[in-house]
């Protein structure tokens, strides 16, 4: 997650879209099968993403609302 957020600072904030983060980031937790780690590590990628690109990153946090209710949403208490 540190990674990937210090890659995408580097890169500018076109790199989301470019490499498609967010809509790999979106589709891990769209599936229903999908383990415990993967879903954490989406989320930790958004937190840093969000961190590292402060106001630039504010355009996809549209994108980011329906994973946060469903984060919220879910049962297990490791991912709330």
């Known amino acids: ?16 879209s470019s490499y498609g983060v967010m809509k790999k980031l979106i ?10 780690a993967r879903k954490q590590g989406a ?19 549209i994108a980011t609302i329906p994973l946060l209710l469903l984060t919220l949403a879910d049962g297990r208490s490791e991912i709330r």
């Open 27 to 36: 589709s891990i937790w769209e599936t229903k099968d999908c383990p415990l």
């Open 1 to 16: 997650a540190l990674a990937l957020a210090a890659l995408v600072k580097g890169i500018g904030p076109s790199a989301i």
């Open 43 to 61: 989320i930790f990628c958004i937190d840093h993403l969000a961190q590292a690109m402060t106001l630039m990153f504010e355009p996809y946090v």
